[in-house]
């Protein structure tokens, strides 16, 4: 154990190290956040996504998925195997892993997510919506709002702004409005964000962006390759798994009995043209 334990601090170590900081993020919106992921299904997932923000980027992403992380690092800090950590951690709620990193330094927005223990990245361009301002008001977390709207990839989005936090900033790839986004929801009612509480950040917190330190570890893609990936998890659970060398081997239902692995189809929150 008094080996282990230096090994591990030295790698953790150097993934800080070879981490790229994009800003020191001063302020944190929290949204909660609602999807309906699967189109064949009326069950609505729930998330709570943190919203850190600097003066030239931001990160947006899951507070479950971020403490479930936090918390396994630090059990595999104090020494406990991989099982044992399983066994402590399942019953934690899950969160999206995905993280939007917006840099408005040089205009680019940074996607990273997971499927089936397998890290994607991808870059794009950070775009910002054209939207059509509204003289409609509404007041949200005592501040008052105006109402915007616009549609982007394949979606309508009606969002409440507040010039009172003038940040172009919003909750997941929404940008550009004169004001801090504090509730987007689509026109179909599918996905929403609506912000439960603004804080200052003191001391200041560091975006790392840890696509430099894992680079063995990320697979490179596009926004339109990784809804393909992902979908084909969801609608071809068998094949999708197969190609990254696992098998099901079988099953079961409530009652432990063999099933049949009920077919789905999703429900994606953007499409590309």
């Known amino acids: 154990m008094k080996r282990i334990l230096p090994l591990i601090m030295s790698l953790l170590l150097s993934q800080c190290l070879f981490a790229q900081i994009l800003d020191s993020a001063y302020i944190r919106v929290q949204y909660e956040a609602k999807s309906k992921n699967m189109a064949d299904s009326d069950k609505i997932f729930s998330d709570w996504f943190y919203l850190d923000a600097g003066v030239t980027a931001s990160v947006f992403y899951s507070f479950y998925d971020n403490f479930s992380d936090s918390t396994k690092r630090s059990l595999l800090l104090s020494g406990l195997s991989n099982e044992e950590i399983f066994k402590k951690t ?22 990273l997510s997971n499927v089936f223990a397998q890290d994607y990245f991808y870059e794009e361009s950070l775009e910002r919506q054209n939207w059509v301002l509204s003289k409609d008001t509404a007041i949200i977390e005592s501040y008052n709002c105006l109402k915007a709207t616009c549609m982007f990839r394949g979606r309508e989005w009606i969002a409440w702004y507040t010039p009172d936090i003038p940040m172009i900033e919003g909750p997941w790839k929404l940008c550009g ?29 560091e975006i790392f962006l840890p696509v430099e330190a894992y680079k063995n570890k990320y697979v490179k893609t596009d926004g339109r390759t990784f809804i393909q990936i992902k979908r084909k998890s969801v609608e071809d659970l068998k094949n999708s798994l197969a190609s990254q060398g696992l098998t099901i081997v079988s099953v079961t239902d409530e009652k432990g009995i063999n099933a049949e692995i009920q077919k789905k189809r999703m429900n994606a929150i953007e499409y590309y043209e």
């Open 90 to 111: 399942k019953s934690l709620k899950r969160g999206s892993e995905d993280k939007i990193y917006k840099n408005y330094e040089n205009n680019t927005l940074m996607f």
């Open 177 to 205: 409005l004169p004001g801090l986004i504090l509730k987007a929801v689509d026109a179909k009612g599918e996905f929403s964000f609506i912000c439960k509480g603004i804080s200052l950040l003191m001391p200041k917190k």
